[in-house]
């Protein structure tokens, strides 16, 4: 009988293991990709606002997909915010959930009242229950002093 090294079993235990943990780590990822964890976030400059989007790039057909819009004041005055989704866009999804709640009259659009300059705040939407394929449209944000973002989105959904 061969003596052997704790270090060669553990090296020969390494090399037959590494194969497997690249192809569990890439279908792990894959998975993830599927189901709506690859996420993307951009950030939009204007004179007067700064808008950041946080969304996935991929999304389950069934699941709520968490979508969030922050904007920034960037003004030395204190301005309305309107952040509209476009039509085409929520109309993709059977549900469109908005925090703080969308505005009388306009159910994809939500009013911020009186930013302060330097002041952040928060959108946050919530897409259910689309059809799988691509997805595009895009959202507009509208400050009172006549400043203006069109923001593209785009996503994928999955079964």
């Known amino acids: 009988m061969e003596v052997t090294s704790v270090r060669d079993v553990m090296q020969w235990v390494i090399e037959r293991a590494r194969t497997p943990l690249v192809v569990m780590a890439s279908l792990l990822g894959f998975a993830e990709l599927l189901h709506g964890h690859s996420l993307s976030d951009a950030v939009y400059r204007s004179p007067s606002l700064e808008a950041r989007i946080h969304l996935a790039e991929h999304l389950g057909g069934h699941d709520a997909a968490p979508v ?6 960037t003004s030395d005055v204190p301005c309305d915010v309107e952040i509209a989704l476009s039509d085409d866009l929520a109309r993709s999804f059977e549900q469109v959930a908005m925090i703080p709640e969308p505005s009388p009259g306009a159910p994809f659009s939500v009013r911020l009242e009186r930013v302060l300059p330097g002041e952040e705040r928060l ?14 449209g895009h959202v507009d944000i509208t400050a009172s002093a006549g400043d203006e973002l069109s923001i ?5 959904v999955t079964h």
């Open 68 to 73: 969030d819009i922050e904007v920034r004041n």
């Open 123 to 136: 959108v946050a939407l919530e897409l259910q229950g689309a059809e799988p394929g691509p997805l595009a």
């Open 152 to 156: 593209p989105i785009r996503t994928f």
